[in-house]
Every structure is written in C-alpha cells, then in structure tokens.
T-cell receptor, first 116, second 111 residues
Framework: GAVVSQHPSWVICKSGTSVKIECRSL??????MFWYRQFPKQSLMLMAT?????????EQGVEKDKFLINHASLTLSTLTVTSAHPEDSSFYIC????????????FGQGTRLTVV | RKEVEQDPGPFNVPEGATVAFNCTYS??????FFWYRQDCRKEPKLLMS???SGNEDGRFTAQLNRASQYISLLIRDSKLSDSATYLC????????????FGAGTRLFVKA
C-alpha cells in the first residue's frame, strides 16, 4: 500500500518555541492532506485540510495563526505549532490521499509532542 | 449533529464472540466508506473498504445502507488480537474533499 512518512515521531520542546512536523507521501501524489490531533483516550480530531498549492481549511476552534500549515508540493505538507504551550502536548497525525473520491487515506506514523 | 457518529463502547466480549459495530453519517453527499483500526498510541490503519453490495474479508464483514446512511462492521469468532478501536471513516464532497472520522468504538476481547 501507499506510504506516508511523518517526521519527527516524537519531540519535546520548551514552552514558547515553535515545532515543525513534516508529512510526506512517498509513492503517490497527495492532492489532499489532513492534519489531526488526538488527546489521550480521545478520538482523532480533524484540525485542517490542505490542498496542494492553496490555503488550508481549518476546522472550527482551530487557530490558523497558531497551527501553520503549508502544502507547497504534491508530496509534502508541514504543520508548525507556533509558540507551543503545555496544552498543545498531543499526538499529531497527518494523512494523505490522492484526488480520487473512492480511495482511502493513508496515515503517517504520528508525532508525539510534549511541551514542557 | 456530528457528521459521522459511532457508539463509543467499550464493547467487552469473550474470545469467540461475534460483535457488531454501527456507524451513521449525516451527509448524503458521502461517497466512499471505510473501517480503520487504531491500536493504542499508534496511527489508524485501513481494515477494509465498505462497498454498497457488502463485502467480507475473513472474519470481518462490512455493510453499507445508503438509504439509511448507515455502515456496519461485523467481527466473527473474536480473537484477543482484535482488541482495538475501530473507526468509521467517510469521504465526502462538500465543496472540496473531506475525510471525516467517527470517534471510534473501543473493543476489548477477553480470554
């Protein structure tokens, strides 16, 4: 199956710093990429949807200035958590899919962010 | 109302039991459907796609009822290794593409 690589798999950072997470589709062109956040024992929550070359669409309640998403190419999307705070500590997962309606999304391995 | 709704469970069943999960979706523009499995602290992985005619993969059977906007997953002869969270996933076209996950149903299979 298709492969989506997410990096880093875990990161610890100081409060107030910014963290960038990368999501790459390795063997297909990812027209659309999704970013999710998951707190312990809770479900995946969609944060934003990004289409290559255009601005991301953020879900209600997600601050676009805090969670910067860039999808500059068909194989790479980045999520930058700016001025991270301890409450931003979570499991962040990206997924990617091609432009066909009937295909499934493939997930990155996730990034566990801890802000201290 | 959430776009995709699932019974969160947990479902606690003995080995060998048959268990069924349900999922409803609210947007009639939904076009494709999937069941994913997520193990603790891991990313979700595709379990199976769901086709209108229903489909089976070993002990797993998925069904779709477009009229009722309802998807189901049946697991027969449950194994300990089936313990996980099962996510109902819907692709829909609402302006652009969107993939929406249900909150997941937790399954615990006990010896």
């Amino acid at each position: 199956g298709a492969v989506v690589s997410q990096h880093p798999s875990w990161v610890i950072c100081k409060s107030g710093t910014s963290v960038k997470i990368e999501c790459r589709s390795l063997d297909f062109q990812a027209t659309t990429m999704f970013w999710y956040r998951q707190f312990p024992k809770q479900s995946l929550m969609l944060m934003a949807t990004s289409n290559e070359g255009s601005k991301a669409t953020y879900e209600q309640g997600v601050e676009k200035d805090k969670f910067l998403i860039n999808h500059a190419s068909l194989t790479l999307s980045t999520l930058t958590v700016t001025s991270a705070h301890p409450e931003d500590s979570s499991f962040y997962i990206c997924s990617a899919r091609d432009g066909q309606m009937n295909t499934e999304a493939f997930f990155g391995q996730g990034t566990r962010l801890t802000v201290v | 109302r959430k776009e995709v709704e699932q019974d969160p469970g947990p479902f606690n069943v003995p080995e060998g039991a048959t268990v069924a999960f349900n999922c409803t979706y609210s947007n009639s523009a939904s076009q494709s459907f999937f069941w994913y499995r997520q193990d603790c602290r891991k990313e979700p992985k595709l379990l199976m796609s769901v086709y209108s005619s229903g489909n089976e993969d070993g002990r797993f059977t998925a069904q779709l009822n477009r009229a009722s906007q309802y998807i189901s997953l049946l697991i027969r002869d449950s194994k300990l290794s089936d313990s996980a969270t099962y996510l109902c996933v819907v692709n829909m076209r609402t302006g652009g593409f969107k993939t929406i996950f249900g909150a997941g149903t937790r399954l615990f299979v006990k010896a």
